[in-house]
């Protein structure tokens, strides 16, 4: 967190001259080849201030392993007092559960040999319901046939890719203190083939929850994917809010309280 003296994109200033790629290619490229990002902010759109110019040269970046362990940071800017440069102030809220988890339907559980045959069922099933009031009972029917597939065989992916890999560790251990045995060597081979599959399925939720369509299926890029996904759910929260009192609000229920005022 600090004052680089360089602007990122070209919203980053404001009555002034205009932005070209040049002044931008140096720093995107040292954040595209470290892998870092930047952190949301709240408060000012700008940290800098030289006569009627406005800039945004002051940000947070951190790395993966910040963005993974530490999931709900961002950065506030405050008013500038005696300098021409905003104070910045990291924010760390504390992790939040939604009371209840929105149905999502993954395309990795469309091909699993059950998804066709059990939504086939659920559909088909037929009832004495008016043609509306039908349809909607098989719609959720379907639904309920999704999410106990996706519970029963997708839940969870994370853990099986870590209890695969620790088994694979271990049986590598063995080798090495071993002579090389089939058994050895097929049960390696059986664990690589799940380890594979496993990894691409969490690749493909990943790509679907962030919505990013430039991740490669393949390439293994899941921790840096996962920190892409994470800076997403941070920009579309509300962590804090200032009410008309000019008090901020943390508190979920105070927020929710304040949004539900405002709008009556």
């Known amino acids: 967190m600090r004052d680089f003296n360089t602007v990122l994109t070209s919203q980053d200033r404001h009555h002034g001259t205009i932005i070209q790629d040049m002044e931008t290619k140096d720093f995107r490229k040292f954040m ?6 930047e952190l949301p902010t709240v408060g ?37 007092s005696f300098s021409n440069n905003s104070p910045l102030k990291l924010m760390i809220s504390q992790m939040q559960r939604k009371k209840t ?5 993954f395309n990795c559980i469309a091909k699993h040999p059950q998804f066709i045959p059990e939504v086939d069922q659920a559909w088909n099933t037929t009832g004495g319901d008016w043609k509306l ?29 870590r ?12 080798i ?4 090389l045995n089939a058994k050895l060597i097929e049960e390696v081979n059986e664990l690589n083939s799940k380890l594979e599959k496993w990894i691409l399925i969490e690749e493909r ?3 679907q929850r962030s919505r990013v369509q430039w991740l490669k299926l393949g390439d293994n890029n899941s921790a840096y994917f996962f920190a892409h996904m994470n800076n997403r759910n941070i920009l579309n929260g509300i962590d804090d809010l200032t009410n008309d009192l000019g008090v901020q609000l943390h508190m979920e229920e105070e ?3 304040e949004i539900l005022g405002y709008y009556k």
């Open 32 to 37: 595209s080849d470290t892998r870092m990002n």
């Open 44 to 80: 000012r759109d700008y940290t800098w201030i030289n006569n009627h110019t406005y800039s945004k040269i002051d940000r947070g970046l951190v790395n993966i392993d910040w963005m993974i362990t530490m999931r709900s940071m961002s950065i506030q800017i405050l008013e500038p």
């Open 101 to 105: 988890s929105p149905f999502r339907f």
């Open 133 to 161: 009031q039908g349809v909607k009972n098989k719609l959720k029917r379907v639904k309920q046939v999704i999410k106990r597939l996706n519970t029963q065989y997708y839940k969870g992916v994370e853990d099986r890719i």
């Open 163 to 174: 209890v695969i890999r620790r088994e694979l560790q271990e049986v590598y251990e063995k």
């Open 176 to 179: 090495s203190c071993r002579m």
């Open 205 to 207: 939720i990943y790509r």
């Open 255 to 257: 927020i929710e309280t």
